[in-house]
């Protein structure tokens, strides 16, 4: 059974940076391939970055320069280092198991963390 389990949210200031952290089990970790996507209040699920089992990347065009997604394969943890945060990057953060760039509610998430980005 999938589990994903996110942690690291919290409430910063514009230009402030945040770690999200993704632990994963219940499936092969290491050849898998593993997402960020966000929810805004009242939108839908945004992609925001994908790396593949290999360590390659790829990011939404409003996040890419600021945010890095990485994973530690000893630990089956992926993480989101968020730097220059701004207001519009205020969401529930959720993990995705899989290369889901077209992100999907049946697709496997976790529970989300929320990240506010306020004055």
């Known amino acids: 059974q999938v589990q994903l389990v996110e942690s690291g949210g919290g409430s910063v200031q514009p230009g402030g940076s945040l770690r999200l952290s993704c632990v994963a089990s219940?499936?092969?970790?290491?050849?898998?391939?593993m997402t960020w996507a966000r929810q805004a209040p009242g939108k839908g699920l945004e992609w925001v970055s994908s790396?593949?089992?290999?360590?390659?990347?790829t990011y939404a065009d409003d996040v890419k320069g600021r945010f890095t997604i990485s994973r530690d394969y000893a630990k089956n943890t992926v993480y989101l280092q968020m730097n220059s945060l701004k207001p519009e990057d205020t969401a529930v953060y959720y993990c995705?198991?899989?290369?889901?760039?077209?992100?999907?509610?049946?697709?496997?998430w976790g529970q989300g963390t929320q990240v506010t980005v306020s004055s």
């Open positions: 219940g499936f092969p970790f290491s050849s898998s391939a």
């Open positions: 790396i593949t089992s290999g360590h390659g990347t």
């Open positions: 995705g198991k899989g290369w889901l760039t077209r992100p999907s509610r049946s697709d496997d």
